[in-house]
């Protein structure tokens, strides 16, 4: 989702993401909540762009991010339908956020919201 979101900032302005992606990035990890995930960029993103022989490209950058960050593609489909049985609203979160994180628990689980929701109102 960020990467997508990252991306089409660029397209709205008119920008090319494969020239200007490293310092864009760069500002977006340095507004994180989390000093880990800075770290985690200039170890493994931004280092490696500022050495010619292993520099990255923005597509090979956004694998990297993949690999580190998109939890779908790491977690096995019992994982996800653990996350949902537990799932809660945080208290920080609005509806909408909460009922979009139920939404990727429930495709991460291949559970069909539509038959769990008729269920509940069945009972």
């Known amino acids: 989702m960020f990467i997508r979101d990252f991306r089409r900032k660029f397209l709205g302005y008119d920008v090319s993401v494969e020239d200007y992606w490293l310092h ?4 977006s990890f340095e507004k994180s909540d989390s000093d880990t995930d800075h770290d985690w960029f200039e170890r493994f993103i931004k280092r490696r762009c500022m050495d010619k022989k292993t520099a990255l490209n923005w597509y090979q950058a956004k694998e990297v991010l993949k690999q580190r960050f998109d939890l779908a593609s790491q977690t096995t489909p019992e994982i996800w339908f653990k996350n949902l049985i537990n799932f809660m609203q ?3 979160e609005t509806l909408t956020q909460a ?3 139920y939404r990727l628990f429930s495709l991460g689980a291949k559970v069909n919201i539509h038959d769990v929701v008729s269920t509940q109102l069945v009972k």
């Open 24 to 27: 864009y990035l760069e500002v």
């Open 90 to 92: 945080d208290r920080c």
């Open 99 to 101: 009922m979009y994180r």
